[in-house]
């Protein structure tokens, strides 16, 4: 665009009402005005008016007169603009500056003006019909009809370049010379006045863009085709193979642990209420073993909540199962599985197909006992009757197993992390993962010796024979940890006293029970608590065979507990408890009130 830029002085008085001006006009048309009273009214880049207009030659313009209207030009201006300039410029080639006012700066200025031409007074199409005037001379030109005026003008054809107005002065344009002609992939080829691009096999040019290369899905997909229905025809036969394998795997395992045998059993009786799950069940019950869902750990395995199909259970994942126990364990879980006791987890069903079985137990939802009696951080406050109630429990659970299934059971670990709490605080004994039948002849007796140490029976450490007594034993560690909620191996006490069975031992041997119980509980019925005390000491003895039995045990624990709830906010004297001791409470034996027992009692009132 071509314009005229006019710069002036012009003073502006607040009491005229004629804006003075100057005017430019050309010879068809157009014009501006421009004025200003003082140097701060100007801005730099500014041509609005304001010291300085611009306006646009009309197309078709032939000549411009600049007329400058003296009259506006008042001697008060002078002192700081006396010079008026008009120039023919081009649009984007010039800036104002406040500085040619009041200078003569802009004289020393190149400026830059754009001439438009064109051929004749006619059109192409009529130039065209006269090939002896005709301007565009070379083979490969093109005429254009001027945006100026009447004539026309002369280009080369797209791609070529040169002078369009000489024969032979449009070349061809090799672009294939250019980096960019076609994407990194393609190959280019030149051609008269054009390009094309290939692409290498397996890409197509693209069908909106003619330089750039796009996958042949065709072809890739005939390819690919071809290339996954061999891989397929390969994977799949090799999955078949696995799959074989796997499952040859799985039954050789199924087959060790007795599992056709507990198969029968489950076909046999309907009402059998075990279940045999799959790998894949239990997989899918656990996540694949999330270790999210481990809440518990022991000796014998690790335990995880699981689902079936909304039943939440406990799955154990046994650690290892020794040869000798392999051939019998199906026949081991059909006996487990028949234990119906309320105070005893119930075995739901197992998975053979592992290398080392799946236990499903029943979910219990309130943790171990273990973790309520040594939480004291948290709080939680522990009543003696809750305590009587959950030893019973516990006793009697273990009594069921000595002496009502058949065969007996001996569980192997007795500890409080194996007895589990449900949501009314009831006693679940849990985890017979060590337990054993009750062997038929003396030569099966001899086991490995497993277990927890710190509840470990001594003779058992001796002999490797787990009796009866062995679990007697373990059950009256568990009788200590709730009179007083410590830890069964204290390792940051002196050596001689990081044994709590030995500390209790002594503490009785010399009368300083007392100084042992849990501080919540001391200020409660010390008689009863002695009587448990008592009970404790019984079933820690070094021989066996003078250990009570669970079913003595569970009694005891029935009567003491009965005790503690007629005594409950009594005082009373030795006529009105004769009853509840019955006729053996003077006498010696397992629980025979004799001199040491009562000597024990009236040190703590």
């Known amino acids: 665009m071509r314009k005229i830029s006019l710069w002036s002085s012009v003073a502006i008085h607040s009491d005229i009402s004629i804006l003075p001006s ?28 304001i010291g300085c207009c611009e306006t646009s030659i009309p197309k078709g313009t032939n000549s411009i007169l600049f007329w400058f209207d003296k009259n506006f030009h008042n001697s008060e201006v002078f002192s700081f603009g006396p010079c008026i300039y008009a120039m023919l410029t081009e649009e984007d080639g010039f800036a104002f500056n406040t500085s040619y006012i009041t200078t003569k700066q802009l004289l020393d200025r190149n400026t830059s003006i754009v001439i438009d031409w064109f051929i004749g007074n006619t059109t192409c199409y009529s130039a065209q019909t006269n090939k002896s005037s005709y301007a565009c001379k070379s083979d490969y030109s093109i005429c254009l009809n001027s945006n100026s005026g009447p ?38 080829h030149n051609l008269p006045g054009i390009y094309k691009c290939s692409c290498p096999f397996g890409k197509r040019i693209k069908h909106n863009n003619e330089r750039d290369c796009e996958l042949n899905v065709s072809l890739f997909i005939g390819s690919c085709a071809s290339i996954v229905a061999i891989s397929f025809l390969g994977f799949g036969t090799h999955m078949v193979h696995e799959r074989r394998k796997l499952s040859k795997l799985e039954e050789k395992y199924f087959q060790e642990y007795g599992g056709w045998t507990l198969l029968k059993k489950i076909q046999s009786d309907q009402g059998f209420g075990f279940t045999i799950f799959t790998k894949r069940q239990v997989e899918q019950g656990t996540n694949n073993f999330d270790s999210a869902n481990i809440i518990g750990r022991g000796g014998q395995g690790t335990v995880y909540r699981g689902n079936f199909k909304g039943q939440m259970v406990a799955i154990k994942k046994c650690k290892i199962v020794s040869e000798s126990k392999k051939k019998e364990f199906g026949k081991e879980m059909i006996i487990l599985s028949q234990i119906n006791h309320k105070n005893i987890v119930k075995l739901l069903g197992c998975c053979l197909e592992v290398e080392v079985p799946v236990l499903v137990y029943e979910f219990i939802p309130n943790g171990t006992l273990f973790n309520y009696i040594h939480r004291k951080n948290e709080g939680s406050h522990i009543s003696l009757s809750l305590r009587l109630m959950i030893a019973y429990e516990s006793a009697d659970a273990l009594a069921y197993v000595h002496f ?38 003396e030569a099966q007796l001899v086991t490995f010796v497993q277990g927890t ?35 069964v191996i204290d390792f940051d006490a002196p050596e001689e006293d990081r044994s709590l069975s030995s500390r209790f031992l002594v503490a009785m041997k010399e009368k300083k029970m007392p100084d042992l119980l849990d501080d919540e509980i001391k200020g409660d019925d010390l008689e009863v608590i002695m009587e448990v005390a008592n009970l404790a000491k019984e079933c820690l003895n070094m021989k066996g065979e003078e250990r009570p039995t669970m079913k003595e045990i569970a009694q005891e624990l029935d009567r003491i507990r009965k005790l503690k709830q007629h005594l409950w906010g009594q005082e009373y004297n ?23 027992a009562e000597e024990s009692i009236t040190f703590g009132r």
């Open 404 to 441: 009502s299934a058949s065969p007996p059971i001996f569980h192997g670990d007795v500890k409080s992390a194996n007895i589990l709490l449900d949501e009314n605080y009831m006693a679940k004994v849990s985890d017979f993962g060590a337990s054993i039948l009750v062997p038929t002849d």
């Open 453 to 487: 140490w710190g509840y470990l029976d001594p003779e058992y450490l001796q002999t490797s024979q787990l009796t009866d007594k062995s679990d007697v034993y373990s059950f009256g560690v568990v009788l200590l940890e709730l009179l007083t909620r410590k830890p």
């Open 22 to 49: 100057i005017k430019i006009i050309p010879t068809r048309g157009g014009g501006c005005v421009s004025g200003c009273d003082r140097l701060e009214s100007l801005s730099d880049g500014s041509c609005s008016g």
């Open 574 to 596: 030795s006529d009105e408890i004769e009853p509840l001791f019955g006729e053996t409470s003077h006498d010696t034996g397992y629980f025979g009130r004799d001199k040491e």
């Open 151 to 188: 004539g026309y003008l002369c280009n080369c054809s797209d791609g070529y370049e040169g002078n369009p107005y000489l024969q032979g002065g449009c070349q061809d344009i090799d672009e294939c010379t250019s980096q960019n002609s076609c994407s990194k992939d393609g190959k280019c």
